[in-house]
C-alpha cells in the first residue's frame, strides 16, 4: 500500500475547484490552475487548525443546542417551549415512533457521532498514525454524506412555522436552540469541507 503511486509523489496537485490534475511548479512559485485559474496546493492550507476550530465551536454550542428551546409555540392555551429532546418524547409518546426514532437520530446522533468522528480523523492525522488508512478515508466519505441530514429538525420547525402562521389562533417561534443548533450543523459542514482527507495517506509515504 505504501508503494503504490500518489499524485504528490508524481508531482502533480490536484485542483480544488474543478478537480484537475496539473504539474506541480517550481519551488518557491505559485501555481494556478490551466482550466478554471484557481490557486492550487499540494494540501488545503492550515486544514488541521481550521477543522479543529470549527470542531471545538460547534461542541461547545452542541450544549444550548439541545438544552435550549428550538420551538416557541403561542396560542390560546397558553406557551409552551420545546427542545429537541422534548419534541421527541412528544412523538414517542403520541405513538409516531418511526418519526421519534428518525429526528432523534438526525438531529442527535448524526451531528454528535459526526463531531467524534472528525475529531478521530484530525488526532490520528495530528498524531501521524499509519493504521486502517482505507478506513479512515471511508469514514470521511461517510461523514460529508450524513452530514446534509442534520438539518432535518429545523427543517421541521421551518414547515411548522409556515404552517401555523396561517391560522390566528397560534403563532410558532423559533427558538434560541434552532440557532444554536444549526450552526452546530453549520459549524461541523465547515470543519469536514476543511480537513484534507489526503493528510490521511501523508503518513504512509514517511514510513517508506
Same mark, same amino acid.
Given at each position: 500500500m505504501s508503494a503504490a503511486p500518489t499524485a504528490a509523489r508524481l508531482g502533480l496537485l490536484a485542483c480544488a475547484v474543478c478537480r484537475l490534475l496539473s504539474r506541480a511548479p517550481a519551488a518557491g512559485s505559485d501555481a494556478h490552475c490551466p482550466r478554471c485559474g484557481a490557486l492550487l496546493h499540494a494540501r488545503k492550507p492550515a486544514s488541521l487548525a481550521r477543522t479543529w476550530a470549527f470542531l471545538i465551536a460547534a461542541m461547545i454550542l452542541y450544549v444550548p443546542a439541545n438544552s435550549l428551546p428550538i420551538m416557541n409555540t403561542n396560542s390560546l392555551f397558553g406557551t409552551q417551549s420545546d427542545t429537541i429532546i422534548s419534541g421527541v418524547a412528544f412523538l414517542w409518546?403520541?405513538?409516531?415512533?418511526?418519526?421519534? %426514532?428518525? =429526528?432523534?437520530?438526525?438531529?442527535?446522533? &448524526?451531528?454528535?457521532?459526526?463531531?467524534?468522528? /472528525?475529531?478521530?480523523? #484530525? @488526532?490520528?492525522?495530528?498524531?501521524?498514525?499509519?493504521?486502517?488508512?482505507?478506513?479512515?478515508?471511508?469514514?470521511?466519505?461517510?461523514?460529508?454524506?450524513?452530514?446534509?441530514?442534520?438539518?432535518?429538525?429545523?427543517?421541521?420547525?421551518?414547515?411548522?412555522?409556515?404552517?401555523?402562521?396561517?391560522?390566528?389562533? %397560534?403563532? =410558532?417561534?423559533?427558538?434560541?436552540?434552532? &440557532?444554536?443548533?444549526?450552526?452546530?450543523?453549520? /459549524?461541523?459542514?465547515? #470543519? @469536514?469541507?476543511?480537513?484534507?482527507?489526503?493528510?490521511?495517506?501523508?503518513?504512509?509515504?514517511?514510513?517508506t
Amino acid at each position: 500500500m505504501s508503494a503504490a503511486p500518489t499524485a504528490a509523489r508524481l508531482g502533480l496537485l490536484a485542483c480544488a475547484v474543478c478537480r484537475l490534475l496539473s504539474r506541480a511548479p517550481a519551488a518557491g512559485s505559485d501555481a494556478h490552475c490551466p482550466r478554471c485559474g484557481a490557486l492550487l496546493h499540494a494540501r488545503k492550507p492550515a486544514s488541521l487548525a481550521r477543522t479543529w476550530a470549527f470542531l471545538i465551536a460547534a461542541m461547545i454550542l452542541y450544549v444550548p443546542a439541545n438544552s435550549l428551546p428550538i420551538m416557541n409555540t403561542n396560542s390560546l392555551f397558553g406557551t409552551q417551549s420545546d427542545t429537541i429532546i422534548s419534541g421527541v418524547a412528544f412523538l414517542w409518546t403520541s405513538g409516531s415512533f418511526m418519526l421519534a %426514532a428518525l =429526528v432523534f437520530f438526525a438531529s442527535v446522533m &448524526v451531528p454528535l457521532a459526526k463531531m467524534i468522528a /472528525l475529531a478521530v480523523l #484530525a @488526532a490520528s492525522v495530528q498524531l501521524r498514525t499509519t493504521r486502517h488508512p482505507r478506513t479512515r478515508t471511508r469514514l470521511y466519505r461517510i461523514i460529508e454524506f450524513v452530514g446534509r441530514w442534520s438539518m432535518l429538525d429545523i427543517y421541521v420547525v421551518t414547515i411548522l412555522v409556515a404552517l401555523v402562521q396561517v391560522s390566528t389562533l %397560534a403563532s =410558532v417561534h423559533a427558538g434560541p436552540g434552532a &440557532v444554536a443548533f444549526g450552526a452546530v450543523v453549520v /459549524l461541523t459542514m465547515f #470543519a @469536514a469541507a476543511s480537513f484534507d482527507p489526503r493528510l490521511i495517506w501523508d503518513a504512509q509515504g514517511e514510513q517508506t
